[in-house]
């Protein structure tokens, strides 16, 4: 199937703006290499969390795994999962905000903004002590103003399965592995149970096919990348 590749520039950092780029793409069916010989990278991210129904039995998936994710949390759910958000801490993975109410960042005031945004961040240092806590907005949706105001890089994606569509897990897993390449940010939601068992079987596949799990802050740090050179993405499915 062949999908149009969108350049995102700076999507894991402060701003971002996509422009069409022509062309298809063949999926990947086998693990892509770096002319240096390194494993193929990708970062799993899950929003909407945390859920003690759905985010435990994923920590300890990914535990038995070990295989690092990076969690975008909303505010509200952070009350009553503290001992949840420490594992996550512990087990290694990445923690970040995605807003108090899952809200739209796009034109609020500075005083809402800093209500989604830098309410969530205090309830997690409350929690965790001092931290970064990089930013995904909900729907991927910001504007310049917000961008400046966020304090940290803003966390997109490249690689959608729209697992809150269905529960479908063979569908979610399938549009995950026909998309999925070296660097890509993978997106899901640890809130719904077709989730989890599509995420662990989405590692298991990518695990054998030779990829290396890291958080989104290790991908930056390893492809090093920085508000000034940016970086390609797919985004998938296509727009």
Not at 121 to 140: C, K, N
Not at 162 to 170: G, I, P, T
Request: hydrophobic share 40%; with cysteine; net charge negative.
């Amino acid at each position: 199937m062949s999908w149009k590749k969108l350049t995102v520039i700076t999507c894991i950092l402060f701003f971002f703006a996509a422009l069409p780029l022509p062309g298809p793409a063949e999926p990947a069916a086998a693990p892509l290499r770096l002319e240096t010989g390194d494993p193929p990278l990708v970062a799993l991210t899950f929003d909407d969390g945390p859920r003690g129904a759905t985010t435990g039995p994923l920590l300890d998936g990914l535990a038995l795994r070990e295989v690092p994710a990076t969690f975008f949390l909303v505010g509200e759910r952070i009350q009553g999962n503290e001992e949840l958000i420490r594992r996550m801490a512990l087990d290694g993975h990445q923690i970040g905000v995605h807003t108090y109410g899952h809200v739209i960042l796009k034109s609020l005031s500075r005083q809402d903004f800093d209500l989604q945004v830098g309410k969530t961040r205090a309830l997690l240092t409350d929690v965790l002590g001092e931290g970064e806590f990089w930013l995904r907005p909900p729907y991927g949706m910001i504007d310049r103003t917000d961008a400046q105001w966020a304090g940290s890089p803003l966390v997109l994606w490249s690689v959608d399965p729209e697992d809150w569509k269905d529960s479908d897990v063979d569908r979610i897993v399938s549009a995950v592995l026909e998309h999925v390449g070296d660097g890509d940010i993978i997106l899901m939601h640890d809130i719904f149970h077709s989730s989890v068992d599509a995420a662990l079987r989405v590692v298991d596949a990518l695990l054998s096919q030779g990829y290396c799990f890291v958080t989104v802050e290790q991908l930056m740090e390893e492809r090093q990348l920085t508000p000034e050179n940016g970086v390609q993405y797919r985004r998938c499915p296509p727009a």
